[in-house]
């Protein structure tokens, strides 16, 4: 397990172009020829090494601005975060605070019109809530005939 986890580290090492210390290479490659160096240095420069390490292909100030634009959309997203639940907690209070009760007491209004309509009907019949009479006013009296 050990020789599993240090190879793992050597392999990362070799990938990413750190060096590798001798003691931690497996003994058969500690010998390595002059040769066998060369072409080891001449794979770190193919494509794919370069495709492994952006820092190499993506120049500082592209870098730089990049990670400024992204922390500046990471500060405005934050900033319209917060200012929007501010205001959607000040809409929704105000709301409740000024309209709610004008509502509730409009509809408070007009169950009160209709229960005096309702004993209307109870107390003068049922023939006086269709009389087209405007409510408030004194039905018309019944005429004998």
């Known amino acids: 397990m050990i020789i599993t986890i240090i190879a793992a580290a050597a392999l990362c090492c ?3 172009g750190a060096s590798v210390p001798h003691e931690l290479l497996p003994k058969g490659e500690a010998k390595k020829t002059e040769a066998e160096l060369e072409d080891h ?5 193919t494509p794919v090494r370069e495709t492994r390490d952006p820092k190499e292909i993506v120049p500082e100030r592209v870098r730089s601005a990049a990670r400024a634009t992204f922390d500046l959309s990471l500060f405005v997203i ?13 809409g929704s209070t105000s ?7 004008v509502v509730f007491e409009t509809e408070k209004l007009q169950m009160e019109k209709q229960q005096q309509l309702q004993q209307q009907q109870i107390l003068l019949g049922p023939d006086t809530g ?3 009479g405007l409510p408030g006013t004194l039905p018309s009296l019944p005429r004998k005939i």
Request: net charge negative; with cysteine; aromatic share 16%.
């Open 130 to 132: 269709l009389s087209g």
């Open 14 to 16: 070799l990938c990413w």
């Open 78 to 90: 934050q900033k319209v975060y917060r200012f929007s639940r501010a205001a959607l907690w000040i």
């Open 95 to 101: 709301f409740m605070m000024l309209v709610l009760p």
């Open 41 to 45: 240095e001449e794979l770190d420069e």
